[in-house]
């Protein structure tokens, strides 16, 4: 029996029988009923957010269990080049994932920017005043769509959050040539940093968007404009909890310039981020700022 269990002698690595997989898919499952719960019940003028607890209590549960378990392997030294090398393509095709989910928005946003006077479902020009970005106005001539005010101005605060960002990419840049080099002191101070700045690019957007002239609701500006950058901004969220982890974990001494894989896979994530980030500024803050907006 013991043989049985023994770590067989061969680069690739057999999992072993896991809960996670189906804990984490019936976690999914009540979360997304209680989601529906919820809005039912916020469409009723009775909103419940307690109906989401349970389904996020037990994906937050695998969360920690399934990943628990990975740096359990990681260390019992399951984690082979070969078994690195996969898990390297794993993450690059989760990547690659992320940027298609982002293309769905951008395309959304291009659409109702560049066809502002096309018919769909109803006259985009009633709405837009037959431009991008809209016509300002207290109303539309369609009921149940709200205001626009005005644009962003992109010189201010999202370039401001522009160049945060673009900061945080030499941070972890620098944590990482530190881990490669085996300066524990300077990979933790990287991500220190990088973390400190993803936590100023939040707070900086909560007060952006604070200040919007238009909302996300019945408005197809507002709509756009929040999908894409909120998020980004949830992106940016889910990094830097990734970062964190990574930098209670480079205190603890895990990784080594030879194994640090969960590290790659964090500044991996960050740097596409960043790459999303500069595209939102340049296409929605830049090019699809008008010339509507506030000089301040």
Same mark, same amino acid.
């Given at each position: 029996?013991?043989? /049985? ?9 057999? @999992? ?47 969360? %920690?269990?399934?990943?628990?378990? #990975? ?24 990547? /690659?994932?992320? #940027? ?22 109803? /006259?985009?020009?009633? @709405? ?31 370039? @401001? ?10 941070? @972890? ?51 756009? %404009? ?6 980004h901004g949830f992106h940016v969220i889910v990094g830097t909890i990734f970062l964190t982890v990574m930098l209670f974990r480079a205190m603890g001494g895990d990784f080594t310039p030879k194994q640090h894989f969960g590290f790659e896979a964090a500044a991996w994530y960050w740097h596409f981020v960043d790459v999303v980030?500069?595209?939102? %500024? ?15």
């Open positions: 029996m013991a043989e /049985a269990h023994a770590k067989p002698q061969h680069d690739y690595h057999l @999992v072993d029988p896991s809960p996670w997989p189906a804990v984490g898919a019936a976690g999914a499952f009540t979360l997304a009923i209680g989601a529906l719960l919820y809005f039912m019940s916020k469409k009723a003028g009775t909103p419940h957010l307690w109906y989401v607890i349970p389904g996020l209590v037990l994906v937050i549960f695998t969360m %920690f269990g399934w990943w628990r378990d #990975v740096i359990k392997e990681a260390h019992e030294g399951y984690e082979t080049p070969v078994v690195q090398l996969h898990l390297r393509y794993g993450m690059i095709l989760f990547i /690659a994932s992320e #940027v298609m989910f982002f293309v769905a928005w951008f395309w959304a946003y291009f659409d109702a920017a560049l066809y502002p006077d096309s018919v769909v479902t109803y /006259a985009r020009t009633q @709405v837009l005043g037959g431009q991008w970005p809209p016509v300002p106005s207290a109303d539309t001539d369609v009921a149940g769509l709200g205001w626009f005010a005005h644009t962003f101005n992109p010189w201010g605060l999202p370039l @401001v959050n522009t160049l945060i960002l673009l900061t945080s990419g030499t941070t @972890v840049t620098w944590a990482h040539h530190s881990l490669l080099e085996g300066n524990r002191r300077g990979l933790v101070m990287g991500l220190l940093c990088t973390i400190g700045l993803g936590i100023m690019f939040t707070l900086c957007q909560a007060y952006e968007y604070s200040h919007a002239g238009f909302a996300f609701a019945h408005h197809i500006y507002g709509s756009t %404009f929040f999908m894409a950058t909120g998020f980030w500069l595209f939102l %500024f340049t296409c929605i803050y830049v090019w699809g700022a008008g010339s509507n907006y506030p000089a301040g």
